[in-house]
């Protein structure tokens, strides 16, 4: 019988677990797996990439698990490794990362006859789509190329793009004081321990950016600029299950839109830490129905959300954990870190760093910020991305982008859809870009649930594909 080859494009939490899932199948047909990244280290993408001790977990260790089922076997892995972690310990991420790693040889090692992993190194920039439309060649930056009856695009965190400012002033991106991934190895190498820094975007990056500098011996100050000067709000040190109030979703079901919505869970905050209780558990209440509740938002509704309550949600919803949320704290208390709602309009490069031309929320006018370095901590944004294998796929009609522009156009399968509205039967995809279509879709909890449900399909699509 002819070996089926399903190529995973990208090795981080959504790839590697798929291929997790993959090889612990036995196969319908013989398979091969390609699990192609583009740096060395698989299973580990950019979150768990992380060799900085202060870079920890958003979520507790007890609810990490990468596949479902199998609740509590981060916790587990984690103990082996240190005893006193327990299920509410928000642990570093790099140790993720090794759990992952091991998760992923060890499946591949326990592997079925008739299923293989194969680990690609390197850049896919183009998929060529085969004459009888099922299955491309890939082709690989390098000049090599790979068939596969089935491609999984696993992708999500990317460079961000450089911030918009006037065409005159965008040669500054060019200069060296300009830090456009700090994500990148050694990006933050240059900053000396008493520069002052500008970090444009206040997010969940900006704050491993600070504790990376600090742990390095950075002592200058440091300014970060968003547009609202909103921080990630930090979890709380947690023992027990919260109670959540399941009867909120009903209520903003009943009118679907987002001054609703707003109003809604406003009034159920109120009454719930009037009783007592903390407003983390109405927002973590919602978690489940999020995706019904996006759904339900008609499109100027969703577009009104991303541009009036994105900011608020997000520091609410995805919060940073309680260690690195007091630390950013203590920053902020001493004056190490001041928060601006602002924007960058130009740039005055200098011998000795790059003076900040800066316009505050609601300002007529602008003001000057003088610093040595500028580090680019802000989100992705899908509809400018020069990625050569997003590109190349949207020119070709293989991808679109959804009218929002914070994902891609995928059925309820995991199916890329085409520039003609049709669900590819190749061609999917699993990771954070899901948001467009669920929201929900940044967290292990939510993705690993979307891996399974991927891994499924594929399976069934291999059944299909048997000769009667």
Partial sequence: MKTKTIAIIGAGFCGSTLAVHLLRRPPVTPLRIL???????????????????????????????????????FHEYARRCDPSIVSGSFVGR??????????????????PPGCELHSVIGEVVQVVPRKDGEGARLLMKNGEHFDADRIVLSIGNYARQ????????????????????PWRPGALRNIGADDPVLLIGSGLTMVDVVLDLRDRG?????????????????????????????????????????????????????????????????????????????????TNERQRFLRHVRPYWDVHRHRCAPQPGAR???????????????????YAPKADGVGVCLRRRSAQTEERLDVAAVIN?????????????????????????????????????????????VASRWLHYVGPFLQARDWEATAVPELRGYVERLADVLQSLQREALPV
């Fill in 94 to 111: 790099r140790l993720y990362g090794d759990c992952l790693e091991a998760l992923l040889n060890d499946a591949a090692e326990k592997a």
């Fill in 162 to 181: 450089e911030p918009s400012i006037a065409p005159e002033q965008r040669s500054f991106y060019e200069e060296p004081r300009y830090v456009h991934d």
């Fill in 218 to 298: 950075h002592r200058g100050p440091i300014q970060a600029i968003s547009r609202r000067g909103l921080i990630p709000q930090p979890h709380r040190e947690l023992n027990a299950q919260p109670t959540y109030d399941e009867r909120l979703p009903h209520r903003m079901l009943t009118d679907c839109s987002v001054r609703h919505y707003v109003r809604a869970v406003r009034d159920s905050v109120e009454q719930h830490t009037r009783a007592g209780g903390d407003w983390r558990d109405v927002i973590g209440g919602l978690r489940s129905a999020t995706a019904q509740l996006w759904h339900a938002l008609p």
């Fill in 328 to 346: 950013l704290q203590a920053e902020i208390e001493r004056g190490g870190l001041t928060l601006l709602a602002a924007r960058v309009v130009g």
């Fill in 377 to 421: 901590c802000t989100t992705p944004d899908l509809r400018h991305l020069a990625d050569p294998l997003l590109s190349s796929l949207r020119a070709d009609g293989l991808l679109v982008s959804d009218v929002l522009g914070i994902g891609l156009e995928v059925d309820h399968l995991g199916a890329l859809i085409d520039c003609k509205g």
């Fill in 35 to 73: 699990l192609i990244n583009r740096s060395g280290t698989m299973a580990r993408g950019v979150a768990y990439g992380t060799r900085t001790a202060a870079h920890v977990l958003n979520v507790p260790a007890g609810r990490m698990s990468a596949l479902a089922g199998e609740e509590d076997s």
